[in-house]
């Protein structure tokens, strides 16, 4: 998957918060993603985010995931 930093991407399960959308801050092997509901942010192996990933956006536009 080419995420980018920027990209918001919507998770398998919602945050507490009820939001399922997060934003990428930082890319390697562990993601650092924000909650776009909250503001909440967390650290994710990639593996994780790459596994739970239905939905990625980039600029306002929907990528498919192939």
Known sequence: MDIQT????RMKKQHPCGSAKWKVLRIGADFRL???GCGHQIMIARKLV???IREWERNGE????N
């Open 6 to 9: 920027g990209d918001i991407v």
């Open 34 to 36: 924000e909650c776009i």
């Open 50 to 52: 790459e596994k739970n």
């Open 62 to 65: 929907k990528i498919p995931l």
